[in-house]
């Protein structure tokens, strides 16, 4: 189910972060938020080396995870430069493995031609996900 309120204020807490934290230039911006209400936000590292980068929402899930609270939902943002409009940047493959961790109901926000603020279960980017190989007991032995 979808609850636009939350949408709205990962929204603009990753706006003011980027514009904070990247006042001019590209700037990006990752937004989670958790069960228990609470948002974490993060940006990518900045390096020479182009191996050691991570995706913009790694440390917001993070933190999530760093104080055991379950993803509700996911959003990376970014822009161009400090005159361009905001993006939304799906998810990539590693974000999603990252992201099922917390199951395949994590809302996560994803690219539109429309330009606007979508967000799908995770479980609608991965209908073929390799887990589904397995049933639930199987998987459930993995994480003990």
Request: hydrophobic residues 35%.
């Amino acid at each position: 189910m979808r609850n636009m309120e939350i949408e709205k204020e990962m929204y603009r807490r990753a706006v003011e972060l980027i514009e904070k934290r990247y006042p001019f230039g590209w700037g990006g911006a990752g937004v989670v938020h958790t069960e228990n209400g609470n948002y974490y936000t993060s940006v990518s590292i900045d390096t020479a080396n182009a191996s050691a980068v991570l995706c913009i929402e790694t440390g917001a899930m993070l933190e999530a995870h760093k104080y055991n609270e379950k993803v509700t939902h996911c959003m990376c943002l970014i822009r161009k430069s400090e005159k361009s409009e905001y993006q939304v940047l799906s998810p990539c493959g590693i974000c999603q493995e990252r992201l099922r961790y917390w199951g395949e109901d994590v809302q996560v926000a994803v690219t539109s031609k429309e330009r606007e603020i979508k967000f799908v279960e995770l479980r609608e980017l991965q209908p073929y996900h390799w887990t589904n190989a397995y049933t639930k007991e199987e998987l459930e032995q993995w994480e003990e």
